[in-house]
């Protein structure tokens, strides 16, 4: 089992930045996959990025220059920096694992963009 904690949301005005964090424990393996994804009112839980043990990184297209995903293997977390945040960033963020079998989800952290 993986367990994720994640942490770094709160609240911003438009164009500011936020840095979030997880941390994996339990059952990890070298070759993972890491990432984040994120839950807007009313919407489908959507792709923000991911980063392979390796370092190699996939972005959805919302993401691309304005966010970096990154990692620390010896630490077994992952991070992602957010810069010039707008509204529809507005959204519950979840760390993910991707392990064998499962996909192991941390518990969430908010972060609100305010106008």
């Known amino acids: 089992q993986v367990h994720l904690v994640e942490s770094g949301g709160g609240l911003v005005q438009a164009g500011g930045s936020l840095r979030l964090s997880c941390a994996a424990s339990?059952?990890?393996?070298?070759?993972?996959?890491m990432g984040w994804y994120r839950q807007r009112p009313g919407k489908q839980r959507e792709l923000v990025a991911t980063?392979?043990?390796?370092?190699?990184?996939n972005y959805a297209d919302s993401a691309k220059g304005r966010f970096t995903i990154s990692r620390d293997n010896a630490k077994n977390t992952v991070s992602l920096q957010m810069f010039s945040l707008k509204p529809e960033d507005t959204a519950v963020y979840y760390c993910?694992?991707?392990?064998?079998?499962?996909?192991?989800w941390g518990q969430g952290t908010q972060v609100t963009v305010s106008s």
């Open positions: 993910l694992f991707r392990g064998r079998w499962y996909d192991y």
């Open positions: 980063i392979t043990s390796s370092g190699s990184t």
């Open positions: 339990g059952s990890i393996f070298s070759n993972n996959i």
